[in-house]
């Protein structure tokens, strides 16, 4: 099975292209329409800050009549860009308590869970010490029915373009995903590490990713760019290759820029034959003036 998502549906630039107008003052809204073009829904803001017990029931609510539908959580960065860096194994535990109590449980307990994303920071390159902190942080998150999965972003990880065998074995022992993943910055691997796969597509703003942009340039941030459905057919045999080594894979766009993401994800919906519900959305990119497509 094949779902496919957008990270996060927030976003105030997806109105008129995305978002109908009618819908463009209602954002609590926007969760239910999301839901009826897709099954599946990556969630940010839990890095950022933990939501409290209302936010998670009201989405909850607000998907109950979409059939199936999931949310995959990303681990509070207070845990993977804070406590990880510091080995505090004690304040991981308490952050994570929260995080599971507020979120993970209620999610589960709706039948409304997908997998729980733990985002690595590029200063968390291979080390000893480092697969020590992540084996036990592993530990410390782990519950025995919920599926995980693990993005690193240095490529120290990396030995010949592979993840290192470290790092594939304490993933693969643990059942926990390695992340696949389309971005300028770290190169899409292969090796499956559990039956639960794990894509995500960040965009391939490479001179933006790494700081190097022009005055004129008016692209809203290094995620603000439109795959080609060219560059998205190249994918296709690869995921279909995913699908038969794996129980589910979860797909992702996260180049939520102008509806970027949206439109990414029902063309390769449209190209894996995934039973959908067709919109056309038209985007002005405006990296640069008066490029319309």
């Not at 008129?16 to 609590?28: K, M, V």
């Not at 992540?134 to 782990?142: I, N």
């Amino acid at each position: 099975m094949i779902l496919t998502g957008c990270s996060g549906w927030s976003y105030t630039d997806w109105v008129d292209r995305f978002y109908p107008r009618e819908l463009s003052q209602r954002h609590s809204d926007w969760l239910r329409y999301y839901a009826t073009y897709f099954r599946t829904a990556e969630v940010n803001s839990t890095f950022y800050s933990l939501p409290p017990r209302g936010t998670v029931d009201a989405w909850i609510s607000k998907t109950r009549d979409a059939g199936m539908f999931e949310f995959s959580l990303k681990l509070p960065g207070t845990i993977t860009h804070g406590k990880m860096q510091s080995g505090d194994m004690a304040g991981i535990a308490s952050d994570f308590a929260a995080f599971r109590q507020n979120c993970i449980s209620p999610l589960q307990d709706a039948g409304r869970l997908g997998a729980v994303l733990v985002q690595l920071p590029p200063q968390f390159g291979f080390t000893a010490g480092n697969v020590g902190v992540l084996a036990r942080t592993m530990e410390a998150v782990s519950m025995g029915n919920v599926q995980y999965a693990v993005e690193f972003r240095s490529r120290s990880w990396l030995e010949k373009g592979e993840l290192r065998g470290e790092a594939l074995d304490l993933l693969g022992s643990s059942d926990f995903a390695a992340v696949i993943v389309d971005s300028p910055a770290f190169p899409s691997t292969a090796v499956l590490t559990s039956r639960a796969a794990y894509v995500r597509f960040h965009g391939r703003n490479s001179d933006i990713w790494y700081g190097r942009t022009d005055d004129d340039d008016l692209r809203i941030n290094r995620y603000d760019y439109l795959y080609s459905r060219g560059q998205l057919e190249e994918w296709v045999p690869r995921i279909r290759a995913i699908e038969e080594r794996s129980d589910i894979t979860r797909i992702y766009f996260n180049n939520h820029g102008r509806a970027k993401a949206a439109k990414n994800a029902i063309e390769l919906m449209e190209m894996l034959g995934i039973e959908h519900q067709h919109k056309e959305i038209r985007i002005m990119d405006q990296s640069r003036l008066g490029n319309f497509i």
